[in-house]
């Protein structure tokens, strides 16, 4: 395998785990499971930046914040950004 392939397959692995844990946060954000937003978007955004996508990156830890103050309508409003910003 080359290295452009190496990359292409972990690009693949990166876009498969995103949308498990878009999945998993939107589903959080409905049941108001806190923690569980607080920890995705945690590690959406360390994952996002690892990937060269800093803009997600950036949004997933004001997500992050948001949920440390519970501003509600900020964290559904980011969480729509992170999931547009993903479907690439």
Known sequence: ???DEGFEHL????HDDMAEKIKALQSAVVDSNWDAVGRLSHQIGGTAKSFGYPEISTMAHELERSVRKISLGEVADLVKKISDALVL
């Open 1 to 3: 395998m080359s290295n």
């Open 11 to 14: 690009k693949t692995l990166f």
